[in-house]
């Protein structure tokens, strides 16, 4: 006689389908942990870009300051030349001038001469060849004070010239600056845009190591279920033996009874498994922003906030300055072999010591990079025991052995 399964036939499909939820949550929190690296890296590359930005702004700006300094100069260089010019041109003018009056004089004495020998007078020649020395004199100065009024008009040309140059560059540093400005701004919106998709990021990453862990204690309750169900269903096959022995009542009361604990079973593994798949039915639709945010990932969002960025919260990052806690009885020479300790980690910086009376010592690093400060100090032979103090890390030190 063959016997019946106590085990409900949807038992084993509704823990495949958990197997295959876990399986899809697992995914996603591995899509989720990459996506926050990548949201990650796109703020350090915003970062950069905003580090460049405000750098190109302070070389901008100076080079508008001199380039403005330098037009000053050329401007108020250019008058001098100028003004030289001026009176070159005039001074050649006045030369002009006088060389005429004695070409004109020269001329009237030849005139003179040439009526005088048309009469037949004789005249003294030595007035007209006076007269004709002056004429070529004035003649020799006025083409001196051309010249110089030449070269003196030539260096004022060159000053204004060089005064465009110093124009035209103070231009392009204006113009290089309002660039800059543009570029700053861009930059400072874009770190903001990158900092709210990193926060965002590492809050679904949270919830989804959340969703990954509920859905392994999910399983691990079905899987536990389900073995209860194969036990019942062990406990039947024997109860069949039992029976074709013993006679039928006395098999068919044990056998009720194990079908009713595999049918117990198997409810409380479908309510596990249906709880499962009402959370999974959230986050597909989208409800998942409904859900409360975890304590740790809005400290993971905050550390983001405060330009700290953290890539998980297991073990915790520490960047910037962070205090050590030494907690009393600790021996002044420990204390400086910690010190020396902490020296020696890469990325940290001893910034100072301080101290409570009747309490402990205090110890200020300053963190390069983010670092996993307290598994880092555990290594350290020294220390017995690093754990959190609020934003601070607890540092126990090892106890000396007592010489016997």
Known sequence: MTSESVVDPKANSRTHTAVEALLAATRKSAQAMEDEAATTTALERAYRKANAAAAELKSAARGEVTARAQLALAQKGEKQPLRNAEKAEGLAAEADRVAAQQLVRWKTEEDRLAEAHRGGKTMDRRRADKAKLKADDAGRKAKSAHAVADRAKGVSEAALGATREVQERTKQAGLRLR??????????????????????????????????????????????????????????????????????????????????????????????????????????????????????????AATVESGTLVRNTRPSLYSGKVRLFVPDPVDPKDLSTLRDRLGEVVGLRVMSTGGYSGEGNTITVAADQPLPLASQLDELDIVEKASKRGNDIEVRLRLPKAVS
Do not use: N
């Not at 930059?187 to 919830?207: D, N, S, T, W």
């Not at 209860?228 to 029976?243: D, G, L, S, Y």
């Not at 409810?267 to 409360?292: D, E």
């Open 179 to 300: 660039t800059a400005r543009i570029e700053d701004a861009r930059a400072k919106h874009e770190v903001q845009q990158a900092e709210e998709k990193a926060r965002l990021a590492i809050v679904q990453a949270m919830m989804a190591q959340e969703a990954e862990s509920a859905a392994k204690k999910t399983i691990d309750r079905a899987i536990g279920m389900l073995k209860v169900v194969m036990r019942a269903e062990a406990r039947a096959a024997e109860i069949e033996a039992v029976q074709q022995e013993t006679g039928r009542p006395q098999a068919t009361r044990t056998k009720r009874r194990a079908t009713e604990s595999s049918g117990r079973a198997t409810s409380k593994s479908g309510t596990s498994i249906s709880h499962l798949f009402k959370r999974g039915r959230q986050r597909q639709t989208g409800q998942v922003q409904q859900l409360p945010v975890p304590a740790e990932a809005k400290t993971a």
